[in-house]
């Protein structure tokens, strides 16, 4: 079985089977981490331990999508630390001994083996209700499972998605969100997310845009509305003909969408829309969000 082996004092990372092993470099991050259910309100969140019970060995990591992949390792089933049989260069402190045929050094370190998801699973009620939290306190996030595969050598490789809009929108919370927007909705915000930094202005305000339709259509009780008349009748419906802060922001992006269009720029002379006008969309869908009641405080 594959194993990871952690040196107490140097923060050195092994990699073999359990017991024996040779160094990773450069080190690869480790984590603590631990699964819940999605559905609880609360998590346990890990405490600071050495060694901790579950680790997470990152592998990749995008920070304009908030994606991980990387594999969990367990230390449970092993005394800590252990010994260990290495093969290290970089270590000439190390008392050598006679191994299979040759020989090695000898190091105890905290020892990790490959953790089965499967029994998590069970517990949670499956992948897509499993709650992975990194870190410990007071310091964490809290990811999503997206996918999970088999390695050549046994091992489950998972793909994270983060929980958290690292400050583009601020967080959801889904069971707020009415029940026939919340699959759409959820996965427009997704869609500006992934613009910023990556897309053009305009395509960041055409996300916006589209993410205010479904908030409005759902406030004025018709999803066929386009945004503007969404706004409207949200307006007559709620407000007595009246905006309030959500009404503009809205009437915002729709003026910066407007003017997206080539014909609208040699109308107004306007120019091309800007980065700076893609960002006040952006934080408009932010301000609406918030006005809604749908977001965490």
Known sequence: MYALGICPDTGAIYEGDTGSGTRLIPAPQVSPASFHCSDLKEF???????????????????????????????????????????????????????????????????????????????DSGGAHKTTVIIGSEPHFTTWKIISTEVTFFRETLVTLKSYRSLGVLPDIEHEKVPLDIRGPLLESIEGIENSVDRLGPIDVVDRCRATLSIIFGSLCGSLEKDLAKAISAYMNREMKGQDNLSTWAAKIV????????????????????????????????AAVLSGTGWTKC
């Open 44 to 122: 346990e969140i890990p405490k600071r331990s050495n060694p901790p019970k579950i680790i997470f060995r990152e592998d990749y990591f995008d920070p304009i999508t908030r994606i991980r992949r990387g594999r969990f390792y367990s230390s449970s089933n092993y005394t800590q630390p252990g010994n260990w049989s290495i093969n290290d260069p970089h270590r000439t402190d190390l008392r050598v001994r006679k191994w299979r045929d040759g020989v090695a050094q000898e190091a105890n370190l905290y020892t990790f083996a490959g953790f089965p998801l499967e029994p998590i699973f069970r």
């Open 254 to 285: 729709g003026r910066l969408h407007s003017r997206g269009k080539p014909n609208e720029q040699f109308r107004y002379s306007s120019g091309p829309t800007t980065e700076m006008e893609a960002q006040l969309a952006v934080n408009c869908v």
